[in-house]
């Protein structure tokens, strides 16, 4: 049974342009949660999507956007990044309380 | 923001000793989740506690809870090389959300 799995594993972007990140959910998960980290931090809570909906967001601008597909993987885009935007980007999926990450997406913004 | 904060922040102990990471956090929870991290790459799920609980074992690991003094210590038994990571606790707030909030994690170093 794959667990979550993310893509691409690293990105280069430059200042200004967007970004899209992957995610496919465990066997059976139907509810992705996305987090950023920044280098020497936790994570941070950016959304979560259930039935393909926007369940709940944390404190992150309107740049950052996201999607959930009828086969529950996900997507998150970043518009206009900034170089602070750089950071490891975590998904997890769910089904209970438990939360279960993928390996990440490395973003670096140039 | 983080709610939970780890201590220490980085810990070297030697190979067969005991490690404690300790956590406190800011509000109410519905359970607390410990995870460990290897090199930056994803999180690893360790233990869940939930708040009704006050202690958890797995393995040569030991979990407490104490919700009235919001905190909680990860106990790590007979330490090994391969236990070097970073460790954060994580909080899931007892509003029915599943948004975790992350500390800042402890750095552990498990020397030969």
């Known amino acids: 049974d794959a667990g979550v799995t993310q893509s691409p594993t690293h990105l280069i972007k430059t200042r200004g342009q967007q970004v899209t990140l992957r995610c496919s959910p465990k066997?059976?998960?139907?509810?992705v949660s996305w987090y950023q980290q920044a280098l020497g931090q936790g994570p941070q809570f950016i959304f979560q999507?259930?039935?393909?909906?926007?369940?709940q967001r944390g404190n992150f601008p309107d740049r950052f956007s996201g999607h959930q597909f009828p086969n529950y993987s996900s997507e998150l885009n970043v518009n206009a990044l900034l170089l602070g935007d750089s950071a490891l980007y975590l998904c997890?999926?769910?089904?209970?309380?438990?939360?279960?990450f993928g390996p990440g997406t490395r973003l670096l913004v140039l | 923001s983080q709610q939970g904060e780890e201590d220490p922040q980085a810990l070297s102990i030697q190979e067969g000793e005991n490690a404690t990471m300790n956590c406190s956090y800011k509000?109410?929870?519905?359970?607390l989740q410990w995870y460990r991290q290897n090199s930056g790459r994803g999180l690893v799920h360790l233990i869940l506690i939930r708040s009704n609980e006050r202690e958890k074992h797995s393995g040569r690991l030991r979990v407490t809870l104490d919700t009235s003094k919001k905190s909680s210590s990860l106990l790590i038994t007979a330490s090994r090389a391969a236990d070097t990571a970073s460790y954060f606790c994580?909080?899931?707030?007892?509003?029915?959300?599943?948004?975790?909030?992350f500390g800042s994690g402890t750095r552990l170093q498990v020397q030969p």
């Open positions: 997890a999926s769910s089904t209970g309380l438990t939360q279960y």
């Open positions: 994580a909080t899931d707030p007892d509003t029915g959300r599943r948004a975790l909030t």
């Open positions: 509000t109410s929870i519905n359970n």
């Open positions: 999507y259930y039935e393909e909906e926007e369940r």
């Open positions: 066997s059976g998960h139907d509810t």
